[in-house]
């Protein structure tokens, strides 16, 4: 049996990250998260009370019946449909301190201008089958 890291010693129980979250027994977490698909929704949903991907158990019943309205009353009205989801981020954010964003990824490219066919798509893997180089 291997000998523990120092560093382990008066450590009482080992517990997965997974344990961890499922417990809720954490003053803060460092996570990340990609978009799914181009919406706010994306992002924003993660924070909706009972939502599955809401490990910090945020809840706000304002936030909540925006969100609600967004995606009900609003879903045909693009531009009253995102100010109110800025709304509910300044709720959650800005308000309540649901989250710290830290960082955004971003790629950044050059392309060879003979390159023909190439498509990119922001929320998934780039699409290769018909590239080609001009000759």
């Known amino acids: ?17 997974l344990e961890l979250n499922a417990s809720g027994d ?6 990340r ?27 706000n019943p304002k936030f909540d019946d925006l969100l609600v309205e ?20 300044k709720i959650a954010i800005k308000d309540d301190a649901a989250s710290a964003p830290l960082y955004q990824n971003a790629i950044a490219s050059l392309e060879n201008p003979k390159l023909k066919n190439f498509k990119r798509f922001p929320y998934t893997m780039t699409a290769l089958k018909y590239v080609y180089l001009e000759k």
Request: hydrophobic share 30%; charged share 20%; glycine share 4%.
């Open 26 to 31: 954490f003053q803060a977490q460092l996570t």
């Open 70 to 89: 967004a995606s009900t009353t609003q879903a045909t009205k693009p531009l009253e449909r995102w100010n109110t989801y800025i709304e509910a981020e």
């Open 33 to 59: 998260w990609g978009p799914d698909y181009q919406d706010p929704s994306t992002y924003i949903d993660l924070f909706k009370t009972g939502s599955s991907y809401n490990m910090m158990d945020y809840s």
């Open 1 to 17: 049996m291997a000998k523990k890291p120092s560093w382990r010693k008066g450590i009482v129980k080992n517990i997965t990250l």
